[in-house]
């Protein structure tokens, strides 16, 4: 059973910080990527920023500059340090853990159940 858990989303002011966090569990094996997408209501899941196991990362434009991504020593943790953020950035972020990634490096399944993040202006 692969288990992933996402965590720190909260309300916070325009120009504030946040960090996320995310365990994932029950893969079998190592070499597995990990991201954070995100979707607001009425929009499609959107990427955000991905690691690979190799440590190679990708972010989208929106966030570049603002959000960085991190994964503990052993890998199975990821973090996004969310800086600078706007109203624009609220949505529900979603972590995900797969062997399998997109042209990006973002992994394909294991989805979190979502942790909320709401920025006020």
């Known amino acids: 059973l692969v288990q992933v858990v996402e965590s720190g989303g909260g309300l916070v002011q325009a120009g504030g910080s946040l960090t996320l966090s995310c365990t994932a569990s029950g893969l079998t094996f190592d070499d597995y990527a990990m991201g954070w997408f995100r979707q607001a209501p009425g929009k499609e899941r959107e990427g955000v920023a991905c690691?690979?196991?190799?440590?190679?990362?990708y972010y989208a434009d929106s966030v570049k500059g603002r959000f960085t991504i991190s994964r503990s020593n052993a890998k199975n943790t990821m973090y996004l340090q969310m800086n600078s953020l706007k109203p624009e950035d609220t949505a529900m972020y979603y972590c995900?853990?797969?062997?399998?990634?997109?042209?990006?490096?973002?992994?394909?399944?294991?989805w979190g159940r979502g942790t909320q993040v709401t920025v006020s202006s």
């Open positions: 690691i690979r196991w190799s440590g190679s990362t």
């Open positions: 995900a853990a797969d062997y399998a990634y997109n042209e990006f490096g973002c992994p394909g399944g294991h």
